[in-house]
């Protein structure tokens, strides 16, 4: 008989594993509902028709296709099957396939219930997605996203908003020492302009997106190879040696751009972003502009976000930025609206080198009951009954073994309390009631057990 395993680029989580993500999730959960976003959820498979041509060719090629029920070649001439042309065949065999992202579905869905959304229309969405990528580190097929977008507004309080959702969320997960880095994709646009290459910032921006990475020199050399003007790797080099605080950033930003409408109106949205942004108490966020931030050039048309970890060798945690047309893709266009996501896997890995994560988190009974006996196992499950009455998590050892094994079992799951309950216990009334970490153990009753655990133990 053949050892299971798990299709390449899945994973298993355990409970103690499950404890930590809920704790991220339930987080990050709650910070979205403070600030007003309501829930949605898609379902696993879309159309097919739904996601192609939304991620562009390499990205169809990683979208999880689905086979159609019964005898999915019937519609499949023995000449394509010769040949395998792969673009004739698919929509013959698979109408279906697994959600690539949440964004797609998310405009797929605003479209499809757009007489009954109130707009702005705040939404979040905690959801698995799948991409046929080739797995590595930090790279998997299956993985969740943690998306959350308002939609029906071009107002830059959502953007500020968002600054501070990241903010809080961060800071409640325990992550302290990060930057939110802030760009727009006007200023991007502009910066193309202002050195006389105009529609090449996609290009530009690949290459200027390496400097921390390969350095200027790198940088000058990859523009080069691109074709991109000597003169105006000069203009471009200006752009990105820009410092100083956010204002005097911006300062050399009106200067560089002065002559480039695009540009202007980029400057203009970042100065009313850090306006609404100086109304709020930041908690650990260091926020700065990054005039070398370039992310979702085919998508965001505004503000784009990127959230880096200072003391962590990790990527970006979260980003995202504004979009003008999330649903022109399905026929409804003019609806703008601006989204960000955090990256779950990479919170988690951050969380876990800073040793973040309680040890109460894995804690998930919190008293065991322990017989000595049938007669004792079935007076302990009116003990049991209650205990469960009052909200706490409890169990009760489903076989009358050693009492050795019984307390290995609970001190294996990490319960910190445990009921022993024998002849005596029943005669008395008195139950005994053991701490295991510190071995000390009394005799109370029911009631003064269950206050005990009310006051002591963590999550009741």
Not at 43 to 58: A, F, H, I, Q
Not at 397 to 417: E, L, N, R, V
Request: with cysteine; aromatic share 8%.
């Amino acid at each position: 008989m053949s050892t299971p395993s798990l299709p390449q680029g899945t994973r298993d989580f355990g409970p103690e594993k499950m404890a930590r993500r809920s704790f991220i999730f339930d987080t990050i959960k709650g910070v979205f509902k403070k600030f007003g976003f309501q829930p949605l959820e898609t379902p696993t498979m879309e159309n097919l028709s739904v996601l192609t041509g939304k991620y562009g060719d390499e990205g169809d090629k990683l979208i999880f296709k689905v086979l159609n029920t019964g005898d999915y070649l019937k519609q499949v001439t023995p000449e394509e099957l010769i040949t395998g042309d792969a673009k004739k065949i698919l929509p013959k065999i698979s109408e279906k396939a697994l959600r690539y992202d949440l964004t797609v579905p998310f405009a797929r869905y605003v479209v499809m219930n757009k007489n009954e959304i109130t707009f702005p229309f705040k939404r979040y969405q905690i959801q698995p997605v799948w991409r046929a990528d080739k797995p590595q580190r930090g790279r998997y097929r299956e993985f969740y996203q943690c998306d959350a977008d308002v939609v029906g507004t071009d107002s830059l309080l959502c953007e500020a908003e968002i600054v501070l959702m990241i903010d809080e969320g961060l800071s409640k997960l325990g992550i302290t020492d990060f930057t939110i880095k802030i760009n727009n994709r006007k200023i991007l646009a502009g910066m193309a302009e202002a050195a006389g290459e105009l529609g090449q910032e996609g290009i530009i921006c690949v290459a200027i997106d390496k400097l921390d990475k390969i350095g200027q020199e790198a940088v000058n050399n990859e523009l080069l190879a691109k074709n991109i003007n000597p003169n105006a790797i000069g203009v471009l080099e200006a752009f990105m040696n820009i410092r100083g605080s956010n204002s005097e950033k911006l300062a050399q930003l009106e200067l560089l751009l002065q002559n480039s409408d695009n540009g202007i109106r980029g400057i203009a949205e970042l100065r009313e972003l850090f306006d609404y942004i100086s109304y709020f108490n930041i908690q650990n966020a260091v926020i700065e502009i990054d005039t070398t931030l370039a992310r979702g050039l085919s998508y965001y048309t505004g503000t784009i976000f990127e959230v880096k970890v200072n003391n962590v060798s990790m990527g970006s945690i979260s980003g995202g930025g504004r979009y003008d047309n999330l649903t022109g893709i399905f026929g409804l266009p003019n609806v703008t609206g601006v989204g960000f996501s955090f990256g779950v896997d990479r919170i988690y890995d951050v969380m876990e080198s800073l040793n973040l994560f309680s040890n109460t988190l894995e804690i998930s009974t919190q008293v065991m009951i322990a017989a000595f006996d049938k007669p004792a196992e079935r007076y302990a499950l009116g003990v049991l009954a209650k205990i469960r009455e009052k909200g706490i998590s409890s169990e009760l050892y489903p076989d009358q073994s050693k009492m050795k094994k019984q307390m290995s079992f609970a001190d294996s799951k990490g319960i910190p309390y445990v009921i022993l309950i024998g002849s005596d216990e029943i005669s008395t009334g008195l139950l005994t009631f053991k701490h295991l970490a510190t071995g000390v153990q009394e005799k109370l009753t029911i009631e003064q057990i269950i206050d005990k655990l009310l006051q002591n133990v963590p999550n009741t």
